[in-house]
């Protein structure tokens, strides 16, 4: 379908990672593996976090927050992906089209905004240790999180509704391996400039503010480490966040490159390969690397082990 408006259309066509028909089983052996690792990584995560009495603390529920969000997103996508490399008629269905899209900037936004929660739960504990249990109470973590998953899908919303509100009469092929506002903007025969006022207020409003938080938040750690004077209390100090930091570098690090970057410096090749490594990559690594580089969970991992050996 070549031509038409927003009613006429019907489906998308997605033109995928890669044309090249050699690398098709390849690509799908990989990114299935990777689902599976995301799958497994972060549904366990929830899991021992959920049956681990001594996990049931703020960080943690933050974690298990971050756990389901990685593992919805990814979902959104991979299925999609998946398919794409198997079957030549890459179709989407216009509906199927704006779901995807609505899941997707939603858990992307509430993972931004939980880094950023993660971040205030951090500086409560290292700066306000005496306080930090009144302060990050059961009531205020739910708020805190309440808050990150109304701002996404109201943000998700409003981006979704204007997107779709465009008429598509140039073409129904998306250059991309999913729907994504940006290229569905580029095959619009609409005026996109409100479009793209809201893209960059979102992204101003979710990530920066939230890279914000997260680097004030650290400025404040930071500066309390060091007056802490025996070596081991900073090693430890340190070592509680370093995982959130790494998760912070890679996610912020990716997006800020992908929307922020000068416009002369655009490649399609480039966008769809950082695409991928903050839609499929990041969701798998996050679990891994809080689960090897943190102490508590993987005493709770040992433990689980142990039990369910005994119990066999």
């Known amino acids: 379908m070549e031509e038409g408006n927003h009613s006429g259309v019907t489906e998308f066509i997605l033109s995928g990672l890669t044309d090249r028909p ?4 390849p690509l799908f052996v990989l990114f299935l593996l990777i689902y599976v690792i995301t799958l497994v990584g ?8 959920t049956i681990d009495p ?3 603390t703020p960080m943690y529920f933050f974690l298990r927050n971050l756990s389901f969000c990685d593992l919805c997103y990814s979902t959104v996508i991979a299925p999609t992906m998946l398919q794409n490399f198997l079957i030549s008629k890459r179709s989407i ?32 504990a290292i700066c306000n240790p005496l306080l930090y249990r009144v302060i990050m109470s059961r009531g205020r973590c739910n708020q805190l999180v309440a808050a990150c998953y109304a701002g996404g899908l109201v943000d998700a919303m409003i981006l979704t509704c204007f997107t779709f509100q465009l008429s598509f009469c140039r073409s129904n092929v998306i250059d991309y391996f999913c729907c994504d506002i940006p290229p569905l903007l580029a095959l619009s025969c609409s005026d996109t400039h409100i479009n793209e006022i809201l893209m960059f207020a979102s992204m101003c409003y979710i990530v920066v503010s939230s890279f914000v938080i997260i680097l004030l938040s650290y400025v404040c ?61 990041i969701p798998m690594l996050n679990p891994l690397i809080y689960s090897l580089r943190n102490t508590e969970v993987k005493h709770a991992l040992n433990k689980a082990r142990n039990k369910l050996h005994s119990n066999l």
Do not use: W
């Open 22 to 25: 050699e690398l098709q089983v």
């Open 42 to 49: 972060n549904g366990g995560m929830i899991l021992l976090i």
């Open 54 to 56: 001594r996990l049931h």
């Open 93 to 124: 269905s216009y509906t199927a089209c704006t779901v995807q899209i609505f899941l997707f900037v939603s858990f992307s936004d509430i993972e931004c905004l939980l880094l950023a929660a993660m971040a205030y739960d951090r500086y409560v």
């Open 221 to 281: 750690i930071i500066t309390a480490i060091l007056r802490v004077r025996s070596a081991e209390g900073r090693r430890k100090a340190f070592s509680t966040c370093a995982c959130h930091l790494i998760t912070v570098v890679m996610l912020h690090g990716t997006i800020l490159f992908i929307y922020f970057r000068p416009t002369s410096s655009y490649s399609l090749t480039t966008d769809k390969v950082a695409s991928v490594f903050y839609t499929a990559v």
